[in-house]
C-alpha cells in the first residue's frame, strides 16, 4: 500500500506528511525480527522516493542515527511564509547546492535558499505595487 501511496503523491506533486513514524526509525534490535524487516524496506522506498515526505516524532531520542538524513525542529522554519510547492522547490534547490558544494545538505543549505526566496518574494511584490 506505501508504494500506492507514494506513486499516487508523487504523480500529482504531494507532500506527505507521516505522522508518528517513530516506529520506522527506531533503532533496530535483535528481538523483532519483523519489524526490523518491515524498517527496511520502508527506508528503501524513501531512499528512493524523489518527492517530499515529512516525518514526525515526539521521540528523537529513540531514532537510529543512520535514518535522518536532515533532522529539522519546525521552529527553526515556522516563520518563513512558504507553501508545498516552494517547500518542495527550496528542498530540491537546497539538495543541489550542498551536492554542487561536496557536502550532505544541511539545515543551512535549506536556510540560505530560504532566505533567497523570501527577498525575491519580497522584491516581486513590491514591483507589484508599483506598477499598480
Not at 500500500?1 to 533503532?27: G, N, Q, R, S
Amino acid at each position: 500500500e506505501l508504494v500506492k501511496v507514494l506513486d499516487i503523491a508523487y504523480t500529482w506533486k504531494a507532500v506527505i506528511l507521516l505522522d508518528e513514524a517513530d516506529i520506522y526509525l527506531e533503532k533496530r534490535n535483535t528481538v523483532d525480527l519483523v519489524r526490523n524487516t518491515m524498517v527496511g524496506i520502508f527506508l528503501r522506498l524513501l531512499e528512493y522516493y524523489q518527492g517530499v515526505i515529512f516525518l514526525t516524532t515526539n521521540r528523537v531520542i529513540s531514532f537510529d542515527d543512520a535514518r535522518a538524513d536532515l533532522p529539522l525542529k519546525a521552529d527553526e522554519f515556522a516563520n518563513y511564509d512558504l507553501n508545498g510547492r516552494e517547500i518542495r522547490n527550496v528542498l530540491h534547490a537546497a539538495r543541489l547546492l550542498a551536492k554542487n558544494k561536496g557536502k550532505t545538505l544541511s539545515a543551512e543549505n535549506v536556510i540560505d535558499v530560504i532566505s533567497i526566496v523570501q527577498e525575491f518574494k519580497q522584491e516581486t511584490s513590491e514591483m507589484k505595487k508599483d506598477n499598480y
